[in-house]
């Protein structure tokens, strides 16, 4: 089992900055996969970017250039550091996890940017 806990959402202005983490319940460099999702209403929910136990990365088209995902093992907390944040980027955004067949989603924290 993995809990997972997110913070560091708000209202942002576009062309702004924020840095969203997520605590997990146990060491996260004994988890395989962790990522970021974001979903707005009445959309399905959509891969942000993800980094897996060797550090590989992976970005949405829409935010390469712009996010960074990094993980702290020794704080068992990954991040996505959004920079140059745009309208469309406002989603509730959801720190996930994924280890031996399960996957974890935590509840979510709002990011909102103002045009």
């Known amino acids: 089992q993995v809990q997972l806990v997110e913070s560091g959402g708000g209202l942002v202005q576009a062309g702004g900055s924020l840095r969203l983490s997520c605590a997990a319940s146990?060491?996260?460099?004994?988890?395989?996969?962790m990522g970021w999702y974001r979903q707005v209403p009445g959309k399905q929910r959509e891969l942000v970017a993800d980094?897996?136990?060797?550090?590989?990365?992976n970005y949405a088209d829409s935010v390469k250039g712009r996010f960074t995902i990094s993980r702290d093992n020794a704080k068992n907390t990954v991040y996505l550091q959004m920079n140059s944040l745009k309208f469309e980027d406002t989603a509730v955004y959801y720190c996930a996890a994924s280890d031996v067949g399960s996957f974890y989603w935590g509840h979510g924290t709002q990011v909102t940017v103002s045009s």
């Open positions: 980094i897996k136990s060797g550090s590989s990365t």
């Open positions: 146990r060491s996260s460099s004994s988890i395989n996969y």
